[in-house]
């Protein structure tokens, strides 16, 4: 579905039937090899569920607002996300993996606690959307609680090793790599508004969204190789 929540793709019914189920056997088999929290495994389901659900209802002629079903699947997802955070020990796999939090468990569990608190408060903004008459792009607007609480969340895990550690920090090269982090984060989000705001071209607004997320991934694989996690 595009931002307007309207198809871009079709495939066949049995594919279509099976897309989701062959998703979630994948996302099964990775976590028996490197198994992962129940959050993140829940959260994963039931995003999985809901575009299935979204997939099979529309291909049986099901006049469903999607981007409607849309924000109350992502506000659902993120009050989900953000009831479990507080409840996660320090691991390598989910939570709020700042540098300081990784470095120090005061640190883990205070920024735990305050991305919690901003995941379900960025899932109510999310479901307020559904009250709104948007127009076109609604989607589009979807990034935005998600956005900030993920930043909040790492400006306040700063600020909490700070106030625990005033007289040290993280080296520069852990700051470097948060901050292309970040940096890379904020990339889809600006693609959107500079599509919205007729700035950038749809397609070319998907494939900034997709470099960003590669970029976002292999710059976090470099971090952790180069002894930065």
Same mark, same amino acid.
């Given at each position: 579905?595009?931002?307007?929540?309207?198809?871009?793709?079709?495939?066949?019914?049995?594919?279509?039937?099976?897309?989701?189920?062959?998703?979630?056997?994948?996302?099964?088999?990775?976590?028996?090899?490197? *198994?992962?929290?129940?959050?993140?495994?829940?959260?994963?389901?039931?995003?999985?569920?809901?575009?299935?659900?979204?997939?099979?209802?529309?291909?049986?002629?099901?006049?469903?607002?999607?981007?409607?079903?849309?924000?109350?699947?992502?506000?659902?997802?993120?009050?989900?996300?953000?009831?479990?955070?507080?409840?996660? *020990?320090?691991?390598?796999?989910?939570?709020?993996?700042?540098?300081?939090?990784?470095?120090?468990?005061?640190?883990?569990?205070?920024t735990q606690r305050f991305?919690?608190?901003?995941?379900?408060?960025?899932?109510?903004?999310?479901?307020?959307?559904?009250?709104?008459p948007l127009k076109e792009?609604?989607?589009?607007?979807?990034?935005?609680?998600?956005?900030?609480?993920?930043?909040?969340?790492?400006?306040?895990?700063?600020?909490?090793?700070?106030?625990?550690?005033?007289?040290?920090? *993280?080296?520069?090269?852990?700051?470097?790599?948060?901050?292309?982090?970040?940096?890379?984060?904020?990339?889809?989000?600006?693609?959107?508004?500079?599509?919205?705001?007729?700035?950038?071209?749809?397609?070319?607004?998907?494939?900034l969204v997709l470099a960003?997320?590669?970029?976002?991934?292999?710059?976090?694989?470099?971090?952790?190789?180069?002894?930065?996690?």
């Amino acid at each position: 579905f595009d931002l307007a929540g309207q198809p871009n793709g079709w495939m066949p019914l049995i594919e279509a039937m099976l897309f989701g189920p062959a998703i979630g056997a994948l996302i099964w088999f990775l976590c028996l090899v490197r *198994p992962v929290p129940p959050v993140a495994a829940l959260a994963t389901s039931v995003a999985i569920a809901g575009g299935q659900l979204l997939i099979v209802g529309k291909a049986l002629g099901q006049s469903w607002d999607v981007p409607r079903y849309t924000t109350l699947l992502l506000g659902l997802t993120w009050i989900l996300v953000g009831n479990s955070l507080g409840k996660l *020990p320090r691991n390598r796999w989910a939570g709020i993996r700042t540098p300081w939090a990784m470095a120090d468990e005061e640190v883990w569990a205070r920024t735990q606690r305050f991305g919690g608190w901003a995941f379900i408060l960025a899932g109510f903004a999310t479901l307020a959307m559904m009250a709104v008459p948007l127009k076109e792009g609604r989607l589009a607007l979807l990034m935005a609680p998600m956005a900030a609480a993920g930043g909040l969340s790492v400006l306040r895990s700063w600020q909490i090793w700070r106030e625990l550690h005033p007289g040290a920090a *993280p080296s520069r090269r852990i700051g470097r790599a948060t901050l292309a982090l970040l940096v890379l984060a904020l990339l889809p989000l600006l693609a959107v508004a500079a599509n919205r705001l007729g700035f950038l071209g749809q397609a070319w607004m998907v494939r900034l969204v997709l470099a960003a997320v590669v970029a976002i991934v292999a710059a976090a694989a470099i971090r952790k190789a180069d002894g930065t996690d």
